[in-house]
């Protein structure tokens, strides 16, 4: 395989996992509810962000001595799952009278390391990139620049996909900013996101 067909036929699977109802896509839409598109657009180029810093890793060949490494994968792991209930915890028991208003204390840049933060302590994210993406280097191309070329390219479709929800959310605003509505929403986020903190807990 080329490098034009690595590339198309990675951007194929990457699209699919992007395009599959998850923690990001989650975390994206709620806070463009809640908060608005700027905290939004923090969330989304930290998640992002992260997701090119697992690339060059797994590139590196760092996030494969992770994977080779029980001891690390685990602490990785529980920091994770401990952020993730903690997270999805404090949606589910705010206080009524929070979300009144949109959450103006959520700026760019505190989105900005809540994304970062869910990218880089699911361990589940560098066993893709592990698995996947030596299967998409040439043998001629240069690994380090080959990974960093294919984490690009998921990071792109990231982006649109999440220009989408953002875009969806600010197009219903109107119904998404009603209160019970946001409460519910954030509820439920809330129950998500703690639900996959116990799959990451449970899971091996």
């Not at 060949?61 to 685990?74: F, I, K, M, P, Q």
């Not at 505190?110 to 699911?122: D, E, P, Q």
């Not at 030596?134 to 001629?140: A, K, L």
Request: overall charge positive; charged content about 15%.
């Amino acid at each position: 395989m080329d490098i034009a067909g690595s590339v198309w036929s990675f951007a194929a699977v990457v699209a699919l996992l992007t395009l599959t109802p998850g923690l990001d896509t989650a975390l994206v839409l709620r806070t463009s509810v809640l908060a608005g598109r700027r905290p939004a657009w923090g969330v989304t180029l930290g998640i992002q962000l992260g997701t090119l810093i697992w690339g060059v890793l797994t590139a590196a060949g760092l996030s494969a001595l992770l994977a080779a490494s029980r001891l690390g994968y685990e602490i990785l792991r529980w920091a994770g799952v401990a952020y993730l209930v903690w997270m999805g915890l404090r949606m589910i028991l705010a206080r009524r009278a929070a979300h009144d208003e949109p959450e103006q204390a959520v700026r760019f840049v505190a989105g900005f390391g809540r994304g970062l933060l869910t990218n880089l302590l699911n361990p589940k994210v560098g066993a893709f990139y592990v698995a996947m993406l030596p299967q998409f280097i040439p043998d001629e191309a240069p690994h380090a620049a080959m990974g960093l070329l294919l984490a690009g390219v998921h990071v792109a479709e990231g982006l649109v996909w999440s220009a989408v929800l953002i875009g969806f959310a600010s197009l219903m605003s109107g119904f998404l900013r009603a209160p019970a509505v946001r409460r519910a929403l954030d509820r439920l986020t809330g129950v998500v996101i703690v639900g996959f903190g116990i799959r990451l807990a449970v899971t091996d």
